[in-house]
């Protein structure tokens, strides 16, 4: 069973970020777009891109749950460490690299 996950979505054009799709799962009762996030990665240089920052500002409106499976702190880590990770196979992709 996962405890938490996302799914990352990006179009790039000329090093340009022109579309970019978020979603969450196991870090609200239902599966969660992050539409702050989206809009704040649009228009975006890939160049220089600080993934980290990014991926703070893709959880920070998430109010994860406290279960028998994880901490709700412990989800917001997960998910900061899931997010960066999905963010940048999601950019290699939507260059062609993946």
């Given at each position: 069973m996962a405890v938490a996950g996302v799914a990352c979505g990006l179009s790039v054009h000329d090093g340009?970020?022109?579309?970019?799709?978020?979603?969450?799962?196991?870090?609200?009762?239902a599966p969660v777009r992050v539409d702050a996030a989206e809009r704040a990665l649009t228009g975006s240089a890939v160049p220089g891109l600080d993934l980290a920052e990014v991926a703070a500002a893709a959880?920070?409106?998430?109010?994860p749950p406290d279960d028998q499976h994880a901490s709700a702190g412990g989800r917001l880590r997960m998910g900061r460490a899931l997010a960066r990770r999905a963010?940048?196979?999601?950019?290699?992709?939507?260059?062609?690299?993946?």
């Open positions: 340009t970020i022109t579309r970019a799709a978020i979603a969450w799962f196991g870090m609200d009762p959880v920070a409106d998430l109010d963010l940048a196979e999601a950019i290699e992709e939507a260059r062609g690299n993946a």
